[in-house]
Structure formats: C-alpha cells, structure tokens
C-alpha cells in the first residue's frame, strides 16, 4: 500500500532561521515521484519541490530542498532564511506508476518575528 | 487561463440530500482528481481519473460518485449526504503519467451537512 507519514504535525521557528519538515513514505515500485505542496491560509495548494525517485541529486528550489534518502524512504524538506511567508501547512506526497497521488496529514510551520 | 475552477464554493446540506460539486478544468489535463480535507487527516484522495471515460477509486471513495464523460469536466456526486461528508473539497488536474507535471488544484468547496 502507498502510505505517507508526516510525524510533525506542528512547528515553530524564527524567521531567518533554517527548519526541516519530515516525510517518510512507503511504496512497492521503484520509481515514483515525490512532492512538497504548501498550503497557505488562502488555501491555495501549491507545489514547492519535487523529486523522482531515480535521481540521486537532491532537488532543490531557491530557499527549499528535500534530503532524498532513497533506501530509507526519508523525503525532509529544508527552509532556508525563512520568512513570515513560509508560514502554512506543508503537505509531503507521492505518486506511483498507477498515477495516485497520495498525501500525508501535513505540517502546520509557523514563522515567528 | 482560469486553471481549475470549482463550485460552489460553499454549500450547506441536510443530512440525506444529494448535490454535484463541479469541477473544471481548461488545461487539457489529463489527469483529475478530487480529495477532501478534514482537520488533522490531510488530504484524503476519493476519486480519480486518467482520462475520459476512465474512473478510479481513491483512499475514501464511499458514498460518492464520478464520472469522466468530456476531458475537462469532473463533477463529485454525493448521493446521500452525511454529516460524516463535512470537509472541503478540493479538484484537482495534471497532465498525468509523468511526475513532472504537477497538480494544479480548485480553491476548494466548503460543504457542511447538517
């Protein structure tokens, strides 16, 4: 079964500092695809980061980068400087070859002043 | 482009009514989805499809139903709601079969049944 486990369901940082977002998954296939969604209090869904699974290189978006650990099943997202508009939920995904996009429970990060 | 639209954005139901949340999209995506969001349980897929005609069960598919009849269309019929079936919905698209094309999703349908 394809599963996502986001173990924190609540954090809080200063801004400028660096956080990092867990994510782990489980899935049978070996290649598949990973995602980072934020979601801010709009509500609005929207992608941060992904990754393939048969790419080694970790993928990385200006401030935001995932530590892809393959064997594991680790997929962390990392927030560098963060900023008061990092704050929002943040929702770890995974799409195997059946096309299902499957999401964890999230992580509600809050930036402080 | 207006992307993924949904409506309505807000409905209230008595337990037992049925009602279709609209979704559509102009993208020519070919994948569609729908999930609901409820507090501390992230977003739960209920249905999805890879292209017209083609539907698929997600994680929480009970007491609702899709179809796919035109690629851009794909509404969610609740048949007989439930106070259970209070969430937000969200509608979501993709070009599919390739992981670099990301969901592009609705802003969302709040449902309250009562």
């Known amino acids: 079964a394809q599963t996502v486990t986001q173990s924190q369901p609540e954090m809080s940082v200063q801004e400028a500092e660096t956080v990092t977002l867990s994510c782990t998954y489980d899935?049978?296939?070996?290649?598949?695809?990973l995602f980072w969604y934020k979601q801010p209090p709009s509500r609005q869904m929207i992608l941060v980061i992904r990754q393939e699974a048969y790419k080694q290189q970790n993928a990385t978006e200006n401030r935001f980068s995932v530590n892809f650990q393959k064997a594991a099943k680790s997929f962390s997202l990392k927030i560098s400087d963060s900023q008061l508009g990092d704050t929002a939920m943040y929702f770890c995904?995974?799409?195997?070859?059946?096309?299902?996009?499957?999401f964890g429970k999230g992580t509600r990060l809050h930036i402080l002043p | 482009n207006a992307g993924v639209t949904q409506t309505p954005k807000f409905q209230v139901l008595k337990t037992g009514q049925s009602m279709t949340l609209q979704c559509a999209q102009d993208m020519n995506h070919e994948y569609m989805s729908w999930y609901r969001q409820d507090p501390g349980m992230g977003l739960r897929l209920i249905h999805y499809?890879?292209?017209?005609?083609?539907?698929d069960q997600g994680e929480v598919p009970n007491g609702y139903n899709v179809s796919r009849s035109t690629t851009e269309d794909f509404p969610l019929r609740l048949l007989s709601a439930a106070p259970s079936q209070t969430s937000v919905y969200f509608c979501?698209?993709?070009?599919?079969?390739?992981?670099?094309?990301?969901?592009?999703f609705g802003n969302g349908t709040r449902l309250t049944v009562t």
């Open positions: 995904a995974s799409m195997n070859r059946d096309d299902k996009i499957i």
């Open positions: 979501a698209s993709s070009y599919g079969r390739r992981g670099d094309s990301p969901l592009h």
């Open positions: 499809s890879v292209g017209a005609g083609i539907t």
């Open positions: 899935t049978s296939e070996n290649n598949y695809y």
